[in-house]
């Protein structure tokens, strides 16, 4: 008979591939791995869903400035949020895109759900909004109406929009958060999702006409699905609703950062309580990576990209680094410094040199085998310890604190590298020797098992070396090495070289330079700029600006408005007119004086425009 396993499943965030992933995802995505790898050592059956979430207006501009189509740039993008994964050792079982057919259907399925309870209408919208976010903000949210997280302007959206009556399930939502203490995990969090929940709820707006880059409704297909009410729904998809196989894992625990705790738990709370779908077990709010005390920003060159830190050191000790350094639920500091000193004073200092001397003295003096030993008082207590890390590590981690699992298990570590230096196995006699390295070569089995969670790669080498194959949660915490098993002295770590790593720095910045260098821009610089000719189709003087134009040019297809300054230079309306033009499409979108730029008209020095020699294809690419 196969034995009945539990089941867990976990999720992260699905992220957004407007651009490529930062140190935030590759930190939920890590946190996350660990807990997952964890509850397959205490022998769960896992399933661990990650992915990217495709739809809505901001991956549309992003495709927009990109020049691509919305759905070849999201394939493209998608791919380096996966790419991270393999890099991380991200250990998946499904990696869930919302361009995909299974995810359309269970999105369907979860809005018919809802219709069916009479908890769609139709009505108005007129709120601000915050596109990098895809959320709306009330005026007590974002009273100077800027994001408050983004710091950016938010937009006015007046617009035609089908409502879910999110406001009916307050009551039930607040009373499910008094009562499920580990529903919204920590406690902090839990408290400020309680305190927005006391001011009064509203219906929230699930439809958009504003743009087409969406799941159209089935109803109504002018209007396509608000990009949250899509996205949320990824955690069912991936779990084959709305078939029945998906009750095998629901409900979930959802591992999410700060900023989008409401969304987990209050929207995607109410549409789970209006579908008659059970809440998620758990939704565990992370903090932020932050570098030098503050968000990571692109502006002050802070974004740090963790696909250069894996290569820089390794994937073993980035993930090291992060779940040691950052409490579990806070914000925390990235540096390169700290993740040096912790690395080299903790997991190499503690572990992987002890590692190294029991294995090597193994090698050297007992014929590479485990020697067999007697017990005496300092092992009965190293066994002792051997227990007591395993359950507390079990307690931390029933509570997501993976930062102090982590230390608990460091510390066995700690105690067992003091026990070999008190033993000085190499002025012993052979049989305390033995002694010695039996009890070692055994605690280290144990701390190896416990780290597999942290930093696979290495853990992975060290089992082999211990000549483990298989383990079961019951027996990591006893001396299951026999003696005579067959082992081999490895180097688990490299210590990291401080002088030889800014070494590699001086290099790449030396490339850097010599690439970037004032005179020269790369070809690959000039390969991004999107530039395309159009058709002036109308020219209007803007409302309020004497120099400017307000003139919509058609680039193939789709037609912008640019914001140009050539009435000012003597052009009139007549000589634009049907004129064909260069236009700079994936020039970041700007208002100017009230109005949208979509791009720029290139001219020369002098004003004078820039158009083709002879007629060409509106749309046709310039090289
Ligand atoms: N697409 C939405 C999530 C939809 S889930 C149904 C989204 N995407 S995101 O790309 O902006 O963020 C993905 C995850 O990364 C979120 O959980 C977010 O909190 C997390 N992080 C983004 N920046 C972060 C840090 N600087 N630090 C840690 N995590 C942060 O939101």
């Known amino acids: 008979m196969i034995p009945f396993k539990k089941t867990f499943f976990i999720s992260t965030a699905i992220d957004y591939p407007s651009s490529k992933p930062h140190l935030g995802h590759a930190y939920e995505k890590i946190s996350t791995d660990i807990i997952a790898r964890f509850r397959r050592l205490?022998?769960?059956?896992?399933?661990?869903?990650?992915?990217?979430?495709?739809?809505?207006?901001?991956?549309?501009?992003?495709?927009?400035r990109a020049g691509k189509a919305p759905q070849q740039f999201v394939d493209e993008m998608s791919l380096h949020f996966k790419e991270l994964c393999e890099r991380l050792g991200i250990s998946y079982d499904d990696f869930i895109r919302t361009t995909e057919q299974r995810h359309t259907k269970a999105?369907?399925?979860?809005?018919?759900?809802?219709?069916k309870r009479g908890d769609i209408y139709k009505g108005t919208y007129t709120g601000n909004y915050c596109v990098e976010c895809e959320t709306f903000y009330?005026?007590?949210?974002?009273?100077?109406?800027?994001?408050?997280?983004?710091?950016?302007?938010?937009?006015?959206?007046?617009?035609?929009?089908?409502?879910?009556?999110?406001?009916?399930?307050?009551?039930?939502?607040?009373?499910?958060?008094?009562?499920?203490?580990?529903?919204?995990?920590?406690?902090s969090r839990r408290n400020e999702i309680l305190s927005r929940l006391e001011e009064p709820l509203h219906d929230l707006s699930i439809s958009r006409t504003t743009f087409k880059w969406g799941i159209p409704l089935p109803d109504d297909k002018r209007h396509v699905m608000y990009v949250?009410?899509?996205?949320?729904?990824?955690?069912?998809?991936?779990?084959?609703?709305?078939?029945?196989?998906?009750?095998?894992?629901?409900?979930?625990?959802?591992?999410?950062?700060?900023?989008?705790?409401?969304?987990?738990?209050?929207i995607w709370g109410s549409i789970l309580l209006s579908a008659g779908i059970p809440l998620p077990k758990t939704v565990l709010v992370h903090g932020f990576v932050n570098v030098g005390g503050e968000k990571?920003?692109?502006?002050?060159?802070?974004?740090?990209?963790?696909?250069?830190?894996?290569?820089?050191?390794?994937?073993?000790?980035?993930?090291?680094?992060?779940?040691?350094?950052?409490?579990?639920?806070?914000?925390?500091?990235?540096?390169?410094?700290?993740?040096?000193?912790?690395?080299?004073?903790?997991?190499?200092?503690?572990?992987?040199?002890?590692?190294?001397?029991?294995t090597h003295f193994a090698k050297a003096n007992f014929g590479g085998a485990v020697p067999s030993a007697k017990h005496g008082n300092d092992e009965r207590y190293i066994a002792q310890l051997m227990k007591k890390t395993k359950k507390n590590a079990e307690k931390h981690m029933e509570q997501y604190r993976i930062d102090l699992a982590l230390k608990e298990i460091l510390s066995l570590a700690g105690e067992v590298n003091k026990y070999f230096q008190k033993k000085k196995p190499w002025d012993a006699d052979k049989k305390d020797a033995a002694t010695c390295i039996y009890t070692s070569l055994n605690a280290l089995r144990t701390i190896t098992l416990l780290l597999q969670p942290?930093?696979?790669?290495?853990?992975?080498?060290?089992?082999?070396?211990?000549?483990?194959?298989?383990?079961k949660w019951s027996d990591i915490d006893i001396f299951a090495l026999k003696p005579g098993t067959n082992i081999d002295a490895v180097i688990l770590f490299k210590k990291i070289d401080e002088e030889e790593i800014s070494r590699k720095d001086e290099l790449s910045e030396t490339q850097s330079v010599l690439s970037k260098g004032g005179k020269y821009v790369k070809f690959e610089d000039f390969q991004r700029m999107d530039m395309r000719i159009g058709t002036v189709l109308d020219v209007k003087d803007h409302p309020n600006a004497d120099k400017l134009f307000l003139v919509k040019v058609d680039i193939g297809g789709e037609v912008r408005q640019l914001v140009v300054g050539l009435k000012g230079i003597g052009y009139t309306k007549e000589q634009l007119l049907g004129k064909q033009v260069v236009v700079l499409t994936n020039l970041e979108p700007a208002k100017l004086r009230g109005e949208v730029s979509e791009g720029m008209l290139l001219a020369?020095?002098?004003?004078?425009l820039l158009t083709p020699e002879k007629k060409v294809k509106d749309g046709i690419k310039i090289r």
């Open 604 to 608: 020369c020095d002098d004003g004078t």
């Open 42 to 64: 205490q022998g769960f059956d896992v399933h661990f869903s990650t992915g990217t979430d495709e739809h809505g207006i901001k991956m549309q501009r992003s495709a927009g």
């Open 228 to 266: 949250w009410f899509d996205a949320l729904v990824n955690y069912l998809s991936s779990i084959g609703y709305p078939e029945k196989r998906y009750k095998k894992y629901w409900p979930a625990v959802h591992v999410i950062g700060k900023d989008i705790a409401w969304h987990h738990t209050v």
């Open 138 to 187: 009330t005026e007590t949210e974002a009273p100077d109406r800027q994001c408050p997280t983004h710091k950016k302007n938010l937009e006015e959206v007046k617009e035609e929009s089908y409502f879910f009556r999110m406001g009916r399930y307050q009551k039930r939502l607040v009373a499910h958060i008094k009562k499920n203490k580990d529903f919204i995990v920590p406690e």
């Open 454 to 471: 942290y930093v696979p790669e290495a853990a992975s080498k060290a089992l082999k070396a211990l000549g483990v194959k298989s383990s």
């Open 107 to 115: 999105v369907l399925a979860i809005y018919k759900a809802v219709k």
């Open 296 to 358: 990571m920003s692109k502006s002050r060159g802070t974004v740090i990209d963790p696909v250069h830190i894996k290569k820089k050191y390794s994937s073993d000790y980035l993930r090291f680094f992060l779940a040691r350094e950052i409490p579990f639920g806070e914000d925390g500091d990235f540096s390169e410094d700290a993740l040096i000193d912790r690395v080299n004073n903790e997991l190499i200092a503690n572990y992987g040199n002890l590692f190294y001397r029991a």
